[in-house]
Nanobody
């Protein structure tokens, strides 16, 4: 059974920092690209950051220079370091694991962790 368990969310003042973690089990972690998504009420879930199996990273324009995604394949964990947080960063952050095989796409989600940035 695949499980992605996020942690590290909370309430922080604008300008502060948080570090999210996502621990994966039930998959061969090193074979999966990993991503962090954010969702706010009434809006679609949006990609915040992604890291490939080879370590290639990409970020939403709104977080470039402030957020850093990283992975530790020995610990089956992906991280999102969030600095200089802004109120508009508020939302539920979801961890995603994805892999494209020859005949099938694998896509798994965590339960989400709330991040609230107060002004």
């Amino acid at each position: 059974q695949v499980q992605l368990v996020e942690s590290g969310g909370g309430v922080v003042q604008a300008g502060g920092s948080l570090r999210l973690s996502c621990a994966a089990s039930g998959i061969v972690f090193s074979n999966y690209g990993m991503g962090w998504y954010r969702q706010v009420p009434g809006k679609q879930r949006e990609l915040v950051a992604d890291i490939s199996t080879s370590g290639y990273t990409k970020y939403a324009d709104s977080v470039k220079g402030r957020f850093t995604i990283s992975r530790d394949n020995r610990k089956n964990t992906v991280y999102l370091q969030m600095n200089s947080l802004k109120p508009e960063d508020t939302g539920v952050y979801y961890c995603n694991a994805h892999m494209v095989a020859i005949l099938k796409t694998y896509d798994y989600w965590g339960q989400g962790t709330q991040v609230t940035v107060s002004s």
